[in-house]
């Protein structure tokens, strides 16, 4: 049994903090909505008058935020000054490499060992414990990060150093990005040229074209089953959220001078698609806009 302090227990960390308490460690919770700690609360969790009530006596911390706005002041304010020396910090949101690291530093300094650990998988993978998570930690650190990390993991990986789980996740999220948008081009072309758009995934599902956002998660309704597609682009990766990431990348890649133009240009399609109000819906709705239909739900 290990005392965790969880904050942030919004879509995500709401799934990953009950997953912790299912497997037996006494969960110490905190969110800003009093909806959320009352799920939290239903699944097994102690709900924490505050974030720094949560982590007083925690051998391990868990933050699940927004943004990195967010998981800086969290960490300032109330689990640096507050959680003990010997507690293990690690922190699952999607952020910029940069406050990762700034955090890191900050935590270093008073004698904490922290861990970037973003994930991939979205609400289902984080209600199933199934989440791939990639960590940015010292190498010693990282068998401690593992086992506080295992109920709630497909996967753990250890990317590198403090930041690398960040710059992991957004380069990944740039490639599944940009692919959408190629798998989307290709759909609604074949569709133009007479091509039955079912035919083609299965023909390029099994040529040089094959990649996951074909196979397993195809924007064409029918193939793919388990996708969005088929149930009104509701549910999976939010455009919004695909947007959040692209931008991430798009700022790491201006700050470390790295040429990523399809990344841009894929930020402005998501910026336009969320723009003409598909911001909620999942981010393979890219082929409605393709094919010249208005997108929105
Ligand atoms: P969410 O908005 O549902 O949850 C965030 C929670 O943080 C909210 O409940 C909010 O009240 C709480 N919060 C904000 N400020 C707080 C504070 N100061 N103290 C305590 N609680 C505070 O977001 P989410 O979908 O759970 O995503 C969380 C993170 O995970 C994001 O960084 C996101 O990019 C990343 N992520 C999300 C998905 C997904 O599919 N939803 C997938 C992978 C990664």
Request: charged residues 15%.
């Amino acid at each position: 049994m290990t005392r965790i302090a969880f904050i942030g227990l919004g879509n995500m960390g709401g799934g990953m903090a009950a997953n912790q308490a299912k497997a037996g460690n006494a969960v110490a919770a905190f969110d800003l909505s009093e909806a959320a700690l009352e799920k939290a609360s239903a699944a097994g969790c102690a709900p924490a008058g505050s974030a720094a009530e949560a982590v007083r006596d925690a051998e391990v911390v868990i933050t699940m935020l927004p943004a990195g706005q967010h998981v800086r002041a969290v960490y300032a304010e109330d689990i640096l000054p507050n959680a003990p020396a010997s507690a293990l910090l690690i922190d699952c949101s999607t952020i910029d490499v940069e406050s990762a690291r700034a955090v890191a530093v900050q935590a270093a300094e008073r004698g904490f060992r922290f861990a970037d650990a973003p994930v991939s998988g979205g609400t289902a993978a984080a209600d199933a414990g199934t989440l791939a998570f990639m960590v940015g930690c010292g190498e010693a650190d990282f068998p401690a990060v593992e086992a506080a990390l295992a109920p709630m993991a497909r996967v753990v990986f250890r990317a590198g150093d403090h930041g690398a789980g960040q710059a992991a996740k957004i380069c990944n999220n740039m490639v599944l990005g940009v692919s959408m948008i190629g798998v989307c081009e290709a759909l609604a072309l074949a569709e133009k040229l007479g091509l039955d758009p079912v035919k083609f995934h299965e023909i390029s599902s099994q040529s040089s074209g094959q990649c996951w956002s074909l196979t397993s998660y195809c924007p064409w309704p029918g193939p793919v089953p388990a996708a969005p597609s088929n149930r009104g682009y509701e549910g999976g990766c939010s455009t919004a959220m695909m947007l959040k990431d692209l931008k991430l990348a798009q700022e790491a890649a201006a700050r470390a001078g790295a040429a990523t133009p399809l990344g841009a240009a894929a930020e402005g399609l998501y910026a336009m698609l969320a723009g003409l109000g598909a911001g909620g819906r999942d981010f393979s709705v890219m082929l409605e806009l393709l094919r010249g239909k208005a997108p929105a739900g």
